[in-house]
């Protein structure tokens, strides 16, 4: 496997140290992390959010999959902050692809 399951569990233990949203929910290394907590815009809104970060091996590599999964109320409903939210996410795995990658995630 990569060094993404690596960072994935750096990254809960800093949060956890920091104490900063989100909170994580299930730790499996190598396999799974789950936090709950809204992101960026939906902060502000009433919301339960939870993310899930899977990761299986694929030959010598391994394959990342996020899902981000938002109930309860925004003002302005949720279509109009969904591409936003789905653009960060996006621009976050990018990150991380390319670091494991290269060990830059700016390109």
């Known amino acids: 496997m990569t060094r993404a ?7 809960a233990a800093e949060r956890r140290r920091r104490r900063t949203p989100p909170r994580d929910l299930t730790v499996k290394p190598g396999e799974m992390l ?5 992101l960026g815009p939906l902060q ?3 919301v339960a959010a939870t993310m ?3 990761l299986a091996a694929a030959g010598p590599a391994t394959t ?8 309860g109320f925004r003002d302005g409903g949720f279509p109009a902050v969904a591409p936003a939210v789905d653009g960060v996410l996006l621009e976050q ?3 991380l692809k390319r ?3 290269t060990g830059k995630p700016a390109g």
């Open 5 to 11: 399951p690596e960072l994935l569990l750096r990254a």
């Open 34 to 38: 789950r936090m709950s907590g809204a």
């Open 44 to 46: 502000a809104s009433a």
């Open 52 to 54: 899930t970060w899977t």
């Open 64 to 71: 990342v999959n996020l899902s981000y999964a938002v109930g």
């Open 93 to 95: 795995l990018q990150r």
């Open 99 to 101: 670091f494991v990658e």
